[in-house]
């Protein structure tokens, strides 16, 4: 089928029966969205189009507006999660019966919906587009609050990627919660020492290449040194000059 729509993706037209009738008492119908892909129907001769007819008036215009607001380059995942709540709610639907009448496959609808399901903390950073729907998906599978508002915070500082939060998940499911530091502090001293001597560095490797990965720690400087000391020994710490590789 073609599709007036510039860029859209190729959906169904969406209609409601009317109280009229034709001379031959045939029910017509009203187009509540897809005028364009209509015309470049007829344009092309086509004789049959896809359509979705409504019986509620009301519902036709939301799966309507539903399915253009999720073509927009500004909707956020929280964004849909909530209309498609409000969907459910207002018409009693499964979420099988919502994915057909957005015109979503059930594991677009799934993902979003188990962000209002998650913690608060995760749906936020996505409302305020600090993190993506992926890395909010892995920060959700911790059902610890604390650790997971934690790994939300380190996430959000860090820039982390699905794949780092994943690796974060994967040791608190083996290991559970790590003690959560306060690295205010420990920050703010950061950013005093940047401000003076440029961005931070790894104390191993004397980089500040990859800085998502780079952690703040809190440790006695002895014992720091001490570290330092045993490992030069080895021989496994980069010279400062020496590319680094993650």
């Known amino acids: 089928m073609l599709s007036g729509d510039e860029g859209s993706a190729v959906r169904p037209i969406s209609g409601e029966k009317t109280a009229s009738y034709t001379p031959d008492r045939a029910p017509l119908y009203e187009i509540v969205a897809g005028h364009r892909r209509y015309k470049a129907a007829c344009a092309a001769g086509l004789k049959d189009a896809p359509c979705l007819i409504f019986t509620d ?14 073509l927009r380059e500004d909707v956020s995942p929280a964004e849909e999660a909530y209309w ?17 009448t957005v015109h979503k496959p059930l594991n677009y ?15 936020e950073a996505v409302q305020q ?17 604390q650790h997971c508002r934690y790994l939300t915070y380190l996430a959000v500082e860090g820039g982390a990627t699905a794949k780092m939060v994943m690796e974060w998940v994967t040791e608190y499911k083996k290991n559970g919660p ?19 001597h440029g961005p931070a560095k790894c104390f191993l490797c004397k980089s500040n290449s990859y800085p998502a990965n780079i952690v703040w720690v809190p ?27 993650p």
């Open 219 to 245: 440790i006695h400087d002895f014992e720091r040194d001490q570290i330092l000391r045993q490992i030069e020994s080895l021989g496994t710490v980069p010279a400062q000059d020496e590319e680094v590789k």
């Open 178 to 196: 790590s003690p959560v530091v306060d690295i205010t502090a420990f920050k703010e001293a950061g950013a005093k020492g940047a401000a003076d």
């Open 57 to 70: 008036a009301t519902l036709a215009k939301h799966a309507a507006m539903s399915a253009e607001n999720t």
């Open 84 to 100: 498609y709540a409000e969907l459910i709610e207002k018409y009693d639907f499964t979420e099988e019966q919502l994915g057909k």
């Open 109 to 123: 609808i799934y993902t979003r919906l188990n962000l209002l399901k998650g913690n608060p903390a995760v749906l």
């Open 129 to 145: 587009r600090k993190i993506g729907l992926s890395v909010a998906s892995q920060l959700n599978r911790v059902d610890n609050d």
